[in-house]
């Protein structure tokens, strides 16, 4: 039996008056043993991130605070110890890496400065014996040319070089604990894939106890030993990954299994041979503008969209998927005329909309509409629902009795209840913002539907439920959707026909199954490779027990 | 509106404020009628002490009553703080919201012309402009309103460039909505917040510049103002301290007053102050 790092009992973390709930984790017991991962997974709200928080002593005190249980940490009570110890314990004994690297590094200081000043401030060593062991730990995280990065500001790495780095920091004083609340959610796949890894090296290298927080049973599948799934602050279910994952118990856990996207094609569907839209070498570059006076120099140049062909099909759903920069939201925005093009064709309906001013654009609008990302902000927060989704209709010249008649029409086809027609957005969450923006796109009747990462800021169980309306809406308009995704997961269920982007070039096309099956590219393997949790998922299919 | 009375009163100072700003205005609105006479009129003996002779707060070296001279000269500095301000607000919203939402050389021109402005000293500008335009009431606004515009451009500029990009903006744009109606009624609403809180602190500077103006000698002669009775008591200021001394008072305290008001808004109105309780 290994040794017990960290046992937790009974917490309790009490949230501020006013707040949803009383107590943000409440009764929750686990226990954290060396050279384990424990992974913590929940939806957000589950109070996980608090969880690994508390156990840091950095709950944002006083209006958050443990008010019951023990934190033990190798035989002491981190709620009752003082600030001092904690200080010396932070760092040193217990560290952790955050979501964001780019907030958690200072952004005016060398990352060879800052992993400086934690051996200073925790142990005596001389400067050069320091400078050596920050080389060697920038070495041990694969950082290439670790000298330079030595030298480097945070703003000059990449996401997942700031990522190494913050671990390596993490991991200078060899601590005991090292807490991961959400490390790869903000990366690329590719690069989650590596920073998994590096953990998993790390924690075998150094015998490290790993807190994992995070949402995504792909890398739960990837990284844990132990799960503990959440649940608006109780604990539902712990136990080996290979319980939780393959034989859940508690209905919670089984819902938000089932509802993970797998990486499996959806079945092939009949290719209509009507072209609704072609995009035809279109081109967008940034950044290349000139000043008045013609004062400061001409920025970068980035060729955010090249020479990309594109054609969607009546009743199809074609997923442009590419990691972040790839330029496929520019695309999106491009090929609904938010922005203007360099050059290149978009045809519907055998007329070409990119050479269109913007007035003759205007009833050319309502043939293809937009779904956004964020349900928080594509919503303005002043203007009522309904007004919101009739607003387009009234704009396209209907008369308000039949715009308000279209918007009750589509507040219950998107599974609303009709009294939000009076309710501004701010009275709903994420998953029933994003049904009212899919509500407001439907307004005009379109017949092409563009929906530009439309479940990406969702908790998976709502994600299921926001593409199977997609996919509803879609059979029943007779609607054709580009669908662009980050997530090959989500890709895989909704899309019949996939677009691989990077730097504004498409790589490879082709029928999703056809595409998972045999991937040309090289990107395209890259990225079919580092999906998390594929062993888990192949395991699933043969196991009859998960439904 | 309850809930946002909630949020303001939080502040102890800003409510404290609001009623210091009360007793101003309601002195302004009855001035008429607790004093009567026109404040210019010689009312009795030159150089009373307060309390004496009938006046509550002394009386000039011409025998004007300084009392009288105070309640009016509220009216007139109010009137003219704000409706410079609102002059001010609305041609800074015209300017910000061009230059904010169409960017590029439309921007540069507009916030070139507005660099002009803010490049002058803006009390100097003031004295110049009254100067030419010779001492009026209406003058003093044109004054203070060409002034104080390039603050609010500048604010709903910065405003107008981060929302223009916000996902329900481009909403917009996708249903075909015109440039017009989308500055109106999508954007502007969603910056009024922080335009109110600069526009009450405005009211403030408003009233210094117009006392400013009136001591030098620049307001209007026919309207008494608080400027205007320290200017006219100084030269007599250790013989007669009350003359001077009591105006000062009443600029001191409204533009403390309006000054917290505008904090108050501010706290209540910007979502990011209103986690700090």
């Given at each position: 039996m290994t040794h017990k790092l960290l046992d937790i009992s009974d917490l309790h973390i009490a949230l501020p008056y006013g707040a949803d709930r009383p107590h943000a984790v409440e009764g929750l017991s686990i226990a954290l043993a060396q050279g384990e991962t424990l992974c913590v997974v929940g939806e957000s709200g589950s109070g996980k991130s608090l969880l690994g928080r508390a156990v840091m002593g950095l709950l944002p005190a006083p209006h958050v605070h443990v008010d019951q249980g023990e934190i033990n940490f190798n035989g002491e009570d981190i709620v009752k110890t003082s600030y001092d110890r904690l200080r010396q314990i932070r760092g040193s004994e217990i560290s952790m890496i955050f979501q964001e690297p780019m907030t958690a590094l200072n952004p005016v200081m060398t990352i060879g400065d800052q992993i400086d000043e934690i051996f200073r401030f925790h142990v005596d060593m001389p400067g050069k014996v320091r400078a050596q062991r920050s080389l060697k730990l920038l070495e041990d995280v694969n950082l290439p040319d670790p000298v330079h990065i030595m030298a480097a500001y945070p703003h000059q790495l990449s996401g997942g070089q700031r990522q190494r780095a913050m671990i390596a920091m993490a991991l200078a004083l060899d601590p005991k604990i090292l807490i991961a609340d959400?490390?790869?959610?903000?990366?690329d796949v590719t690069t989650q894939a590596q920073i998994l890894k590096l953990i998993k090296d790390m924690q075998i290298a150094y015998n490290t106890g790993v807190l994992f927080i995070t949402h995504d049973f792909g890398v739960v599948a990837d990284i844990a030993d132990r799960v503990v799934v959440m649940q608006k602050g109780l604990v539902v279910e712990t136990g080996t990954v290979e319980q939780v994952l393959n034989h859940p118990e508690h209905p919670y856990t089984k819902g938000l299994i089932a509802a993970v996207p797998r990486l499996q094609p959806r079945k092939a569907r009949k290719r209509s041979d009507e072209v609704v839209l072609n995009v035809h070498q279109l081109n967008k570059t940034f950044g290349s503008e000139r000043r008045l006076f013609g004062f400061g120099k001409s920025g970068r140049v980035v060729k955010a969209v090249q020479n990309v062909d594109l054609e969607l099909r009546r009743g199809e759903t074609v997923g442009v998927v590419g990691e972040s920069g790839s330029g496929k939201s520019t695309l999106a925005r491009c090929i609904i005329r938010l922005m203007e093009n360099d050059s290149g064709k978009i045809i519907l309906d055998g007329t070409d909309i990119n050479e269109l001013g913007r007035a003759a654009m205007r009833p050319w609008r309502a043939k293809i509409q937009m779904v956004f990302q964020d349900p928080f902000a594509s919503l303005n927060p002043r203007i009522k629902v309904g007004d919101i989704i009739s607003q387009g209709p009234v704009i396209q010249g209907y008369s308000k009795a039949e715009a308000r008649n279209t918007a009750m029409d589509l507040i219950s086809i998107v599974g609303l209840d009709e009294r939000a027609y009076d309710r501004y957005p701010h009275e709903f969450s994420g998953g029933q913002r994003q049904r009212i923006g899919i509500a407001r796109a439907l307004a005009l009747k379109p017949e092409i539907l563009i929906a530009d990462e439309p479940v990406s800021a969702l908790d998976v169980s709502i994600q299921a439920q926001i593409l199977n309306l997609l996919d509803e809406i879609r059979e029943q308009m007779n609607l054709s959707m580009i669908f662009i995704t980050h997530d090959l997961r989500v890709a895989a269920q909704v899309c019949d026909q996939l677009a691989v982007m990077r730097y504004g070039e498409i790589v490879e096309t082709g029928a999703t199954a056809e595409l998972f099956a045999a991937p040309q590219h090289s990107y395209t393997q890259a990225l079919l490779a580092a999906v998390p949790g594929q062993d888990w998922k192949q395991e699933a299919q043969v196991d009859p027990a998960v439904a | 509106m309850i809930e946002f009375w909630k949020l303001y009163s939080r502040s102890h100072s800003a409510v404290l404020g609001l009623g210091i700003l009360g007793l101003v205005i309601f002195v302004a609105a009855i001035a008429g009628l607790i004093f009567p006479d026109d404040p210019f009129r010689l009312a009795g003996q030159p150089m009373s002490l307060p309390g004496t002779n009938g006046f509550l707060l002394g009386s000039d070296t011409l025998g004007r009553d300084v009392a009288a001279g105070i309640a009016h000269g509220a009216k007139t500095s109010l009137l003219i703080g704000l409706v410079a301000t609102l002059a001010a607000v609305f041609i800074g919203i015209f300017f910000g919201a061009l230059a904010g939402y169409y960017g590029g050389r439309i921007d540069d021109m507009l916030m070139r012309i507005t660099e002009i402005f803010q490049t002058i000293p803006s009390f100097v500008f003031a004295i110049l402009l009254v100067a030419i335009m010779k001492p009026s009431i209406e003058s003093i606004v044109i004054a203070i309103t060409v002034v104080s515009w390039p603050g609010v451009a500048r604010l709903v500029r910065g405003e107008f460039l981060s929302l223009k990009n916000r996902e329900f903006v481009q909403a917009c744009h996708t249903l075909g909505m015109d440039d017009l109606r989308i500055m109106m009624r999508e954007i502007l609403p969603n910056c009024l917040s922080p335009i109110i809180v600069i526009g009450s602190l405005m009211v403030a500077t408003a009233i210094l510049i117009e006392s400013g103006l009136a001591f030098l000698g620049l307001g209007d002669p026919n309207i008494m103002s608080w400027g205007f009775q320290i200017g006219a008591g100084r030269t007599m200021l250790r013989s007669a301290w009350w003359v001077c001394t009591f105006p000062g008072i009443a600029i001191l305290v409204t533009v403390l007053a309006i000054n917290l008001v505008g904090e108050g808004l501010n706290d209540a109105l910007n979502p990011r102050l209103r986690e700090r309780r």
């Open positions: 959400e490390p790869t959610t903000a990366l | -």
